[in-house]
């Protein structure tokens, strides 16, 4: 299992930047797929952005030019870079590990971080 835990959300104004960080149990650079999701309540959890272990990027179209996903492997840290930020970005923010272990996916989460973007 992977632990994983986010930080950096909070409540921001519309048009700013914030930076989420999540840290990881395990050297990232053995996980095959980090990724951002999030989720507004009652709504299901979407995709924001993911990395691979090679450095390959996908976004959600809304977030795409705005957002941007990184990793620091020597940190086992992953990051999602927010710029411009909306109110439609509001939601639950939440960090994932997917690893494939002897053709098992694995899938692992952490506990959430809030961003709010409102004036």
């Known amino acids: 299992q992977v632990q994983l835990v986010e930080s950096g959300g909070g409540l921001v104004q519309p048009g700013v930047s914030l930076r989420l960080s999540c840290a990881a149990s395990?050297?990232?650079?053995?996980?095959?797929?980090m990724g951002w999701y999030r989720q507004v309540s009652g709504k299901q959890r979407e995709l924001v952005a993911v990395i691979t272990r090679g450095g390959s990027t996908n976004y959600a179209n809304s977030v795409k030019g705005r957002f941007t996903i990184s990793r620091d492997n020597a940190k086992n840290t992953v990051y999602l870079q927010m710029n411009s930020l909306k109110p439609e970005d509001t939601a639950v923010y939440y960090c994932?590990?997917?690893?494939?272990?002897?053709?098992?996916?694995?899938?692992?989460w952490g506990q959430g971080t809030q961003v709010t973007v409102s004036s």
């Open positions: 395990r050297m990232i650079a053995s996980i095959d797929t």
């Open positions: 994932n590990a997917d690893r494939v272990e002897r053709g098992i996916l694995y899938r692992d």
